[in-house]
């Protein structure tokens, strides 16, 4: 990817904001949090842009087109026990002792349209750093609600897992 495409952008698009889509708590079957070994779990993340939508408008009736861009970001978290961290995210059957998952919607106007390189960059370094304080206090806020305290630790924003073969482009005025 080259920086340049980021750049322009990183340049062009305006955060105006985060918006909660869904969201999905789920404790194991039958467990208590209070006898989850907190020493002997370890939590595994994912994050990636689901779907891109763009819209082109005239806000104002003057003839200025804006377009905005929405981005939604589905991201995870689920606390394993360490003798089960082998365990794939894609096996539908496995339950792990507490996950966390939801999807976000990032909406930025820009005066000029972007093509998709453009989008796939910013879609890979920049969607999911906006996301990632209102998905930080998401897990804080759930922990502290189902009483499991520390709450899981959502570190520093980093890429994460990316799946490009499901980001889906759809151009709707």
């Given at each position: ?19 909660l ?35 082109e ?107 490009p ?9």
């Open positions: 990817m080259s920086n340049n495409l980021l750049h322009t952008a990183q340049d062009a698009l305006c955060i105006k904001s985060v918006n889509r869904s969201s999905n708590l789920s404790i194991r079957n039958g467990l208590d949090v209070e006898d989850i070994d907190k020493d002997h779990a370890t939590p595994q993340s994912f994050g990636w842009v689901k779907r891109v939508r763009e819209f408008e005239d806000k104002n009736g003057d003839g200025i087109k804006i377009w905005q861009y929405k981005f939604n970001y589905e991201v995870g978290v689920r606390l394993v026990p360490d003798n089960e961290e082998k365990q794939s995210f894609e096996e539908d059957n496995y339950e792990a002792l507490i996950h966390v998952m939801a999807e976000f919607q990032a909406v930025y106007d820009s005066k000029e349209k972007m093509i998709e390189e453009h989008l796939e960059a910013f879609s890979e370094n920049n969607v999911g750093f906006n996301v990632w304080p209102y998905w930080r206090e998401l897990v804080q806020s759930y922990c502290c609600r189902i009483a499991f305290h520390p709450p899981i630790e959502i570190p520093l924003y980093k890429s994460l897992i990316r799946k073969e499901d980001k889906q482009l759809s151009n709707e005025e």
